[in-house]
């Protein structure tokens, strides 16, 4: 989520995992550094070594349909809205070296994204640390064998994949895989040299293996699950691939090679070589490895670990390990009963969970949710586990609705008996809690509650409950001193020097993180209205106040309302006056001119319908003001839960009625302090049609040019939680329509579930233009086309680069030519989830948080061979945590631009954020883009068909999923024409 301003009472969709930005006092605390000035001891960036609507239009009347255009007339606030007419690591001790030589990048070579054909020089020269490990490019080939299950041919487990290679390897033919070879849990297996496999490179190997699957000839109810098959044989084919030379890697980081299949699949083979030692130790998920070191058990159910991230890449004239500290959720080990009691809160009395004792389905249904997939063993009280079938876990499916006394099941003989007689009978265990539900396996299995142990470091890979963030955020944070730590301490957990496989390899990690040169970029300075004691501001650290400072632009406020949902017992009506008074005083220190000091204040029943009751408030405005106009902002108090009433307000005002509204909790807004307010002024003067600030032509010449009428895009796709089936995926774009690139206006669709690119960016560019061309042409006399487009996407992946240029980019270009018109084109991804980390070396290089300061930016050392990309942190940094800079990939740029250039735009795009008076730390339009979407839901009628698909369409038939998705086509509404010209979503 973008940082919030106290303000903000608007529940939040999605998290970033961008810093919030926030800084605490104190002094400067910066990793130490041996040196007081120039590059410090240890610096080893540089050459690498070998190896290494018109004003005045009508308003729609309460009550009357809107119709919809492609451009409708632009909105003037100051008439109807609606309502009526009108450091503690050493650094590593190594000669500091000149500036990184570009790589000489040969004609030939072929890249995804834009050439780099130089390093940015602006800004203050310093010295960082980075989580990069130098490794070496192992010697000769590696040689890639596709693995096949013969005799099966399907998709098996990943620990069984595992375990009937390393009986391949250690028991089956050790002379063939002799040194071992390095295997990817799934189809590929990578060597060191070539396997004796035959003229053919081909062979298939035939052995017995203990299969950990239920017998399809008996149920587990019957059984009580210890029926298994016996020894069952595997038939596993070994076929070469490919050999590949790790010369093509040596050309590659030295820009001499393109970024090919060779290239790729040696990558993929370093990184299985890495990854394959802890992942036979350790619990992994994906690249992240995971230890029970250093957990916190945070109630829920769930126990959250340390873990370690660690990934293989290539940069500059190099091949670089990253390294980084992760946080894993497991579910917390134990017995099941004890596991369900701490995720629904309950006391330590497992008759809770008995249906029969007046247990709520809807609670067994959420629990169900939550325990779903989840790998259990079979465990009888006061009974040792004996034979596989009781060794070996498997995997809840649901929970019955009634206890193990009345679940019954007829065996083979025809008797009919309840799981708890069977029990009693089989296995002389009488259950304890037959009331209990029980739980019933992905094979029919159905087994009482109390017999069923989870393991531990089992991953809970359902979306984290909202309650439950907080506690993640306080084991997951850490300063940057004690996160560098815990990253070189977490190279003695992944143990490289120990991996048999590395040695094998060839590969050697070096144990010292990198310092690499960074440089810190001069401030954007920021324009207020002239009519500010300080209409200029220079931010310090990615901060500064609106103290003496006037909005750039305002729209006067003649008519508003305040609507209460708090009883009045709990929110009086004299906090309400002050709440006026609050908004009236600080509406004129920001420069807001409000005609109306005694708005209509209303409490209403959250119960009733809140759409009728906001119009009946607004009517009772409309006959105030004598018909002159309803409100043109509606004030709403909250209570604490009120997520059902935020969507209704926020569907009537955005897309029902046009009208700007403003949501407050009312805990937050008791007694609020003026910088409360100001928080608040910064999204009601937006939502208006206002602009907060705007870029000093001066600082960014390459946005405000005024001969290259330029807009900047940002595009963002939302996609559904895991396990849902049956809703979309939400798109978003949004585009600047003023020449200070400061307001916004923003499209958003549904589309196909879990498709990255998005599919109607043509329809929505075409929009996007169209509301420029107006507001160019109405607001400030102007009529130029834009000749330049900086389109910033969010949310790809580097495999995706490619789909972007290719699916995307098209559609943009047949957006403009819809228009006539060809302006040139960058495109940028930007990048937030990855793990590297930057840390100042010298206390003066870091600010209060003891980050990198705000505009450190890093193109060289650790970037792309050959692409133009660079690292960007241009926010503030948060006491207690280490801040992550956003990752820039030019995919496309017509534009020609500078790296100088571009980071200086895209760094000033990060100061334009209207939400707050602070640096965010991707560009705004990104920002918004990731707002608009989480808001998607609010374009669907409150408490209709597609607010429960939201919550429950979970296990659906493919028929049924693709029919609840046409459904959320057909039924989403665009915003209210008024409300297109504004930036409704701050």
């Not at 006399?781 to 834009?786: A, H, I």
């Not at 339009?925 to 369409?953: F, M, N, W």
Request: positive net charge.
């Amino acid at each position: 989520m973008p940082p919030r301003t106290p303000a903000g009472a608007v529940p939040g969709d999605r998290g970033r995992g961008a810093s919030r930005g926030g800084s605490s006092g104190g002094q400067s605390r910066g990793l130490p550094s041996t040196g007081s000035s120039g590059p410090p001891s240890g610096y080893r960036g540089g050459p690498p070594s070998s190896g290494g609507a018109p004003a005045g239009a009508r308003g729609v009347s309460w009550g009357l349909p809107r119709g919809r255009g492609i451009a409708p007339p632009l909105p003037d606030r100051t008439t109807s809205a609606g309502f009526g007419p009108a450091g503690a690591i050493a650094p590593p001790t190594q000669p500091a070296t000149s500036r990184q030589t570009l790589p000489d990048t040969s004609a030939h070579i072929t890249t995804v994204g834009v050439k780099r054909k130089a390093f940015g020089t602006s800004g203050r020269e310093v010295y960082v640390y980075t989580n990069h490990f130098v490794t070496t490019i192992p010697e000769g080939d590696i040689y890639h064998y596709d693995v096949i299950d013969g005799a099966n041919n399907r998709t098996l487990p990943l620990r069984l994949n595992m375990e009937i290679i390393t009986r391949l390897q250690t028991a089956v033919a050790p002379d063939v895989f002799t040194p071992r070879v390095v295997y990817d849990w799934r189809k590929n297996i990578f060597a060191p040299r070539k396997l004796p496999l035959g003229p053919t490179d081909r062979q298939e190997f035939s052995f017995t293996l203990t299969d950990p699957s239920p017998s399809s000839q008996a149920t587990e109810s019957e059984t009580g699950g210890e029926h298994r098959r016996g020894p069952r044989v595997y038939n596993v084919k070994l076929e070469l691939v490919k050999r590949i030379n790790t010369e093509v890697l040596r050309r590659f980081v030295a820009g001499k090679q393109s970024h090919d299949n060779d290239v790729l699949t040696a990558i993929t083979a370093l990184n299985v070589a890495v990854r394959m030692q802890p992942s036979l130790d350790y619990p992994f998920n994906v690249r992240s490895f995971f230890t029970s070191q250093e957990k916190k058990d945070i109630g829920g159910g769930i126990v959250l670990w340390r873990g370690y991230f660690q990934s293989v890449r290539p940069a500059i004239g190099r091949m670089l390990v990253n390294v980084d500290i992760t946080t894993g959720s497991m579910y917390k080990p134990g017995n099941m009963l004890d596991v369900a009691l701490d995720f629904l809160g309950r006391q330590r009395d497992p008759n809770l969970l008995a249906p029969s004792r007046g247990f709520p389905d809807r609670e067994r249904l959420r629990l169900q949710r939550f325990l779903s997939g989840v790998r259990v063993l079979v465990q009888i009280p006061g009974q040792s586990p004996s034979g596989p079938a009781l060794r070996y876990p498997r995997t809840v499916a649901k929970l019955t609705p009634v206890g193990s006394s009345q679940l019954s099941f007829t065996n083979r003989e025809g008797v009919t008996l309840t799981v708890a007689q069977y029990f009693q009978s089989v296995h002389n265990y009488t259950v304890r809690f037959p009331d209990v539900l029980c739980v019933q396996f992905t094979s029919g299995a159905q087994i009482p509650m109390e017999c069923c142990v989870v393991p531990e470091g089992q991953f809970m890979r359902k979306q984290n409950p909202p309650n439950k963030v907080t506690d993640m955020l306080s084991f997951s944070a850490k300063n940057p001193a004690q996160r560098l730590k815990s990253i070189q301490e977490g190279l003695t957990t992944l143990a490289y020097g120990q991996s048999e496989y590395l040695r094998e390899f060839g590969m050697h990690i070096q144990e010292t993180h990198l310092t690499v040169k960074a440089r810190v970029l001069d401030t954007p300075t920021l324009r207020y209205s002239d009519k500010s004691k300080q209409p200029t501001i220079k931010p310090r650290d990615g901060e500064w106040n609106l103290i003496d400072k006037k909005f750039y632009q305002t729209v006067p406020i003649q008519r508003w309302i305040v609507v209460i949902y708090q009883r009045q017992q709990r929110f009086r009506l004299q906090s309400a006056q002050d709440l006026v008074a609050g908004f009236v005083s600080m509406f004129q220190a920001v420069g807001i001119e409000v005609r109306e000091i005694d708005p209509i204040i209303s409490y209403q029943d959250a119960s009733g319908n809140i759409a009728e009751q906001l119009r009946g408030v607004g009517r009772q405005c409309l006959h105030k003001h004598h018909n002159q106009g309803g409100p043109q902002l509606v004030v709403v108090v909250l209570p604490e839960v009120s997520a059902d009433i935020y969507h209704s307000v926020k569907h009537f005002g955005d897309i029902t009625q046009g009208v700007a509204t403003q949501c407050l909790n009312s805990s937050n807004c008791t007694r609020a302090r003026p910088q409360y307010y100001a928080n608040v002024c910064l999204k009601i003067n937006v939502k208006m049609g206002g602009i907060n600030a705007i870029p000093d032509a001066r600082s960014v010449p390459a946005l405000t040019d005024p001969h290259n009428p330029t807009i900047v895009m940002g595009a963002d796709v939302m996609h559904p939680a895991p396990g849902s089936q049956g809703r979309p995926s939400f798109t978003s774009l949004i585009g600047s329509v003023d020449s200070d690139t400061s307001r916004y206006v923003a499209e958003c669709r549904p589309q196909t579930a879990r498709v990255e690119m998005i599919e109607n960016l043509k329809d929505m560019a075409e929009n996007i233009l169209s509301l420029y061309k107006n507001y160019r042409t109405i607001k400030e006399n102007k009529s130029f086309d834009p000749k330049r487009i900086i389109f910033f996407r969010d949310g790809v992946s580097e495999g995706e680069f490619k789909q972007v240029l290719e699916k995307e980019l098209p559609q943009l270009k047949a957006a403009c030519a819809t228009f006539g018109i060809e302006p040139k084109i960058t495109v940028l991804i930007v990048g937030k989830r990855h793990h590297v980390r930057f840390f100042p070396t010298r206390p003066n290089d870091a600010d209060r948080s003891g980050n990198c300061r705000a505009g450190t930016v890093i193109d060289s050392d650790i970037t792309h061979p050959t692409e133009f990309d660079f690292y960007l942190q241009s926010h503030s940094g948060q006491a207690g945590s280490t801040s992550r800079s956003a990752h820039y990939s030019v995919l496309y740029d017509v534009n020609n631009f500078t790296p100088d250039s571009l980071q200086a735009l895209s760094y000033a795009l990060c100061h334009v954020y209207a939400r707050a008076t602070r640096a965010v730390s991707i560009p705004a339009p990104i920002y918004y883009a990731g707002i608009v979407c989480a808001r998607a839901k609010l374009h669907y009628p409150p408490g209709g068909t597609q607010g429960d698909l939201a919550e429950s369409a979970t296990q659906l038939s493919s028929t049924e999923a693709d029919r609840q998705m046409e459904i959320f086509r057909s039924t989403f509404k665009t915003v209210h024409d008024k409300t297109r010209y504004l930036m409704y979503f701050s």
